[in-house]
């Protein structure tokens, strides 16, 4: 059985707090956790039980309480860059020929609520969304690991929803992944934290990812389109670092992002040009495109299994 937790406070000056999350009801578990390792390490039991209690004692209305990020820092976010066939297609890559995992990180500073603002900074004018699964890391890493997916459930603790937010005109001007996608609130998680069992975990094999802005619909695709899968994933970053508990794995976005990469012709003529000029360019036929974000626009997503047993919720963020 899955099982949806949040970390949430009711009142401003309250101290933190886990729940299980059942029919908009928050049921408070009674551990104190601090982080999500240390729920993931000592209070998972305790989430589960509650979930199968039928006389929970305590309950909150979800209405009623503030939902934080249910990934806490320090943490590592490592992501995945143009993992969707569809998205690679937009690229100008071909999936079929790509040998290669694009791997790079974000600051966990960027981590914020599903229901928070993102802050466009005024130095930014091309912001862009990216709707993503995360996986949250269950066990140590410290070496080398052959990850197969009969083993996820041993590796992978739960997933959420995230939204790798990105300031193009930094990111590919300046050739900085994590520059660009890293500033303060460009890292919406959660709401929730679905815990997995091990009969579950095939899920993350099959979920609709959903990115609205404005009520419009900009992305929509399945993790079974995914081309390099979790498993073969964590195998390879085991090779290059240590992960830890709690620590946040996003696995790429699809199509449909604001960005636009140029004909190869054109980016073949464009290499030809000054530096200076070649971005001015760059910059200038982007702000063209009315799909990137702007104060006042109200960015949705969701991923959900299509039989409704995983229901990651729902972010709704403004940009500010």
Avoid at 215 to 240: C, G, H, M, W
Wanted: with cysteine.
């Amino acid at each position: 059985m899955v099982c949806n937790v949040v970390r949430f406070k009711k009142t401003e000056s309250d101290a933190v707090a886990w729940g299980v999350l059942e029919n908009n009801v928050v049921y408070p578990l009674t551990g104190s956790y601090a982080t999500t390792r240390e729920l993931l390490n000592n209070g998972k039991e305790e989430a589960f039980s509650l979930l199968n209690d039928k006389d929970k004692k305590s309950d909150i209305c979800l209405s009623d309480v503030t939902i934080l990020s249910p990934v806490t820092k320090p943490c590592l976010v490592l992501c995945q860059g143009a993992n969707y066939r569809e998205h690679m297609i937009d690229s100008g890559m071909n999936p079929d020929h790509k040998k290669f995992n694009m791997i790079f990180n974000k600051s966990d500073a960027s981590i914020t609520g599903a229901n928070n603002d993102i802050i466009k900074p005024d130095h930014v004018n091309l912001l862009d969304y990216e709707v993503e699964l995360g996986l949250i890391i269950g066990t140590e890493i410290s070496k080398s690991e052959t990850i197969t997916d009969n083993m996820l459930s041993k590796y992978i603790a739960g997933i959420v929803i995230g939204n790798d937010v990105s300031a193009r005109d930094v990111q590919v001007p300046q050739m900085q992944f994590f520059k660009g996608k890293s500033y303060r609130t460009f890292c919406p998680v959660g709401p929730v934290l679905c815990l997995l069992s091990e009969d579950e975990i095939g899920y993350i094999h099959n979920l609709e990812l959903t990115l609205t802005v404005n009520d419009e619909v900009r992305q929509q695709d399945n993790t079974k389109n995914l081309v390099f899968k979790p498993a073969e994933t964590l195998t390879e970053l085991s090779q290059i670092t240590d992960m830890h508990v709690g620590d946040l794995i996003m696995t790429g976005t699809p199509s449909g992002c604001a960005l636009r990469i140029p004909p190869p012709l054109v980016q073949k003529i464009g290499a030809l040009l000054p530096e200076p000029v070649k971005w001015n360019l760059f910059n200038k036929t982007q702000s063209r495109r009315r799909e990137y974000l702007n104060a006042g626009d109200v960015v949705r997503t969701t991923i959900r299994s299509l039989d409704g047993v995983i229901d990651l919720g729902t972010q709704e963020n403004r940009v500010v």
